[in-house]
């Protein structure tokens, strides 16, 4: 599968969750202080994002 979600560690010791596809980045979530927040904000993602409606403000 070419996207996947990945948790990483920031210089500031925080847990970020990023969405990547192929090897860029898409987008990431704020710092969270556990492993266990970016792991939950991953979860919220997943169950929420796909009927998220899209809004042009262009």
């Given at each position: 599968m070419a996207h996947r979600f990945e948790i990483r560690q920031?210089?500031?010791?925080?847990?970020?969750?990023?969405?990547?596809?192929?090897?860029?980045?898409?987008?990431?979530?704020?710092?969270?202080?556990?492993?266990?927040?970016?792991?939950?904000?991953i979860e919220s993602i997943q169950k929420n994002g796909p009927g998220a409606p899209v809004e042009d403000k262009s």
């Open positions: 920031n210089k500031a010791g925080e847990y970020v969750a990023y969405f990547c596809y192929n090897s860029e980045t898409i987008f990431w979530t704020e710092g969270y202080s556990s492993k266990s927040g970016a792991q939950n904000a």
